[in-house]
């Protein structure tokens, strides 16, 4: 029996560096990972950790020329190279080499580079962690690997997982992705929990680690954290981050330390406000959408420039003015110039920003609202005036309310007893005509002024924008003639955020500008809406007329002839509510329905495929993740829809897990029928 033969390791040796060459059988042309010169301060730091692979130089006959090429190791060749070159190694510096003489030199460059195994990341973690607890930091740890401190700190953080979590990840139960996930929370039991749910979950991705994580935590970047964040974190509230991705700021813990520091803040910037002599201050983190319907709004004036102003805005104007003159006809200002002119404008555009003021008898029956906005700054609405607190009418205007409602007044003196509107031979010279004289009159010159009016399309749509203005600018709109009624109607049931929607923002940005082109008094609006030009009037009437439109769903209240109208503008307008920024979540939409037609909604966003990945959840879970996967589609219900848009909903099946689906719209369908359908989006 032959004994196997036994393996001959190469040789090893000290070769000074002034007999070591590179190799063109050097298979490495791409220079990737740490640079020459990081490589040479390592060196510098720990000496050569790993030896160069050589191979004797032969002359033509095939011996040995006292040099050695280097086929496998030429990176850690040039950063000693480097070295000798700064001086701070010798040129014949002993270098420790393993010497081969067989095989073929690209085949020992090829196997030292391809066999060679990456440091698993926990590994990397395990170290780091071990040289920080014998007390190196992590700033000192970055600059010995020639690393960032963004990446120790995230390798250390890495701590922060449950030592079960990191074995299933140590034996490749799961991806970096997800271990990095679970650093949010620092709850070891809560991760495995976490990790539980994913495993039994087909939706696996860190996305969905972090979401579960952080179940019940408020972001960073929510209205409430943006205006008492700092307080928050004085008060010693638990914020998770996420080092390695962009997380917003973190989530905030302890939802209830939050709301409770909102409202106190909230408190004292109110009683600022109410020092300003407010009869009432009304404070909430948020009102609903119309808080202020039925409150006449002062119009207010803004603040006079006091005596230093007004020579501080003549200085900056008339320097503005020179600067312009004297570079006229220059085509590139100098940039100190530009700079001053930039600064002059601003400076300027600071003047017209003016604090307004009101008179102290309406401040004194007025009031303002207190909240937050979208963005978590301070939000204050001044200067609302309750129907209660409203001063009494005086002279004619106190008797027109009786007009309208219809209610009779008593004849004059002396008009009892006369018939056919007739005065008793009695009453002899100038007294006022009688009611019933003045009615009969009054009803020729009404038919005539119809007739007129009927023929003057100009005029009829002044008079139409005139008692549109009046009804929904001014409180005691009653200066028309015409009969017209327009009603703005205030939403009843509040879908969650509809205050801050960008409709609702551009609706009352809208409203508020032409309230500021208006007159303060009714009785200038006629003149003010004759002096506009006609594109402006049109504008108005527009908003107006969209002021009035109603086209919510009630069930107590089924109009499905005016919600097919509806539908019809929304056509003619283009209506798209995707475009406007409304989305599904579990708030507003998905944590209302059933689980079919969460189904439903995803089949037709995502197809059938992704609607069969959330089919077997329970509703809360179902909803959670119909929302990620909504997102960006583009998918708004049935009731949102617009004909001709292009989205229309796909024909469903008739039932999906033994839960009734939505109907399928069809063309023989009416609209309104369609609205008004109380199965349509039941609530489950």
């Not at 990341?121 to 395990?126: E, K, S």
């Not at 139960?173 to 070891?188: E, I, K, N, R």
């Not at 002062?298 to 420039?305: H, P």
């Not at 001053?340 to 404008?345: F, K, M, Q, T, Y």
Request: glycine share 8%; charged share 30%.
């Amino acid at each position: 029996m032959t004994k196997a033969q036994k393996i001959v390791l190469s040789a090893s040796r000290d070769i000074p560096f002034n007999q070591l060459v590179l190799s063109q059988s050097n298979v490495r042309r791409i220079k990737a990972g740490v640079s020459i010169e990081e490589l040479a301060e390592d060196i510098a730091r720990r000496t050569l950790l790993q030896s160069i692979t050589v191979r004797p130089v032969l002359d033509a006959d095939g011996a040995e020329t006292g040099m050695f090429e280097i086929p496998a190791g030429g990176r850690r060749y040039r950063a000693l190279e480097l070295l000798v070159k700064q001086k701070r190694l010798a040129r014949t510096a002993p270098v420790p080499c393993v010497v081969r003489t067989e095989g073929i030199a690209e085949e020992d460059s090829l196997a030292e580079n391809v066999q060679r195994a990456p440091l698993h990341p926990l590994d990397q973690f395990r170290a780091f962690l071990a040289l920080r607890e014998k007390g190196q930091g992590e700033e000192e740890i970055a600059a010995a690997f020639f690393v960032g401190v963004q990446v120790v700190r995230q390798r250390l953080r890495l701590a922060s997982v449950s030592p079960v979590l990191l074995e299933v990840y140590a034996d490749d139960g799961m991806t970096l992705d997800q271990l990095m996930a679970f650093t949010v929370s620092s709850d070891h039991e809560r991760q495995e929990q976490v990790w539980e749910a994913v495993q039994r979950s087909y939706n696996k991705e860190a996305y969905q680690i972090r979401r579960f994580l952080t179940e019940g935590a408020v972001r960073a970047s929510d209205k409430r954290a943006q205006f008492a964040g700092p307080e928050y974190e004085a008060a010693g509230g638990a914020v998770m981050r996420d080092l390695f991705q962009h997380d917003d700021g973190g989530w905030l813990q302890d939802p209830g330390l939050l709301d409770r520091l909102v409202v106190e803040k909230l408190e004292r910037e109110a009683s600022a406000i109410r020092t300003e002599g407010w009869k009432w201050v009304e404070v909430a983190t948020d009102f609903p959408y119309g808080h202020t319907f039925g409150q006449r709004r002062l119009s207010g004036d803004g603040a006079e420039l006091t005596d230093a102003e007004v020579t501080t805005h003549a200085a900056l104007k008339a320097e503005y003015e020179q600067l312009e003159e004297t570079y006229a006809q220059v085509e590139d200002l100098p940039d100190e110039v530009d700079q001053r002119l930039s600064e002059i404008e601003t400076a300027l555009e600071a003047f017209q920003d003016r604090p307004i003021v009101y008179a102290p008898d309406e401040v004194a029956r007025a009031g303002a609202f207190v909240s937050l906005d979208p963005t978590g700054s301070l939000r204050v609405e001044r200067g609302y005036v309750r129907p209660e607190d409203e001063p009494a009418l005086k002279g004619a205007d106190a008797d027109e309310p009786d007009a309208v409602s219809g209610t009779p007044e008593s004849e004059p003196d002396g008009e009892a007893g006369a018939e056919d509107g007739e005065p008793q031979e009695a009453d002899e010279g100038l007294r006022p005509l009688p009611d019933r004289l003045m009615t009969e009159l009054t009803a020729h010159r009404t038919l005539a002024l119809r007739d007129a009016l009927g023929s003057d399309p100009d005029t009829a749509f002044l008079a139409m924008l005139h008692v549109l203005c009046l009804k929904l600018f001014y409180r005691h709109g009653l200066d028309s003639c015409l009969e017209i009624e327009a009603k703005c109607v205030v939403f009843g049931q509040q879908a969650p955020g509809l205050a801050d929607t960008p409709s609702a923002t551009a609706v009352e940005a809208r409203h508020q500008a032409w309230a500021d082109q208006l007159p303060g008094e009714p009785a200038g609006l006629w003149e003010a809406l004759t002096a506009f030009d006609h594109d402006s009037r049109q504008a108005l009437f527009a908003h107006c007329i969209g002021q009035t439109l109603n086209a919510v769903h009630e069930a107590w209240n089924r109009r499905p002839k005016a919600l097919a109208q509806a539908d019809r503008l929304a056509t003619v307008v283009g209506l798209d509510m995707a475009a406007v920024g409304w989305i599904p979540t579990v708030d507003n939409f998905l944590g209302r329905v059933t689980k079919a037609q969460i189904v439903l909604a995803v089949q037709e966003a995502r197809g059938e495929a992704a609607a069969r990945r959330i089919d077997h959840l329970k509703k809360g879970d179902m909803a959670r993740e119909a929302e990620q996967m909504l997102a960006g589609s583009g998918w708004i219900p049935e009731p949102l829809r617009t004909v001709g848009l292009g989205n229309a909903a796909i024909a469903p099946p008739a039932e999906i897990d033994g839960e009734q689906a939505i109907d399928a719209p069809s063309p023989e369908r009416d609209a309104g029928d369609r609205q008004a359908d109380p199965r349509a989006f039941a609530a489950e």
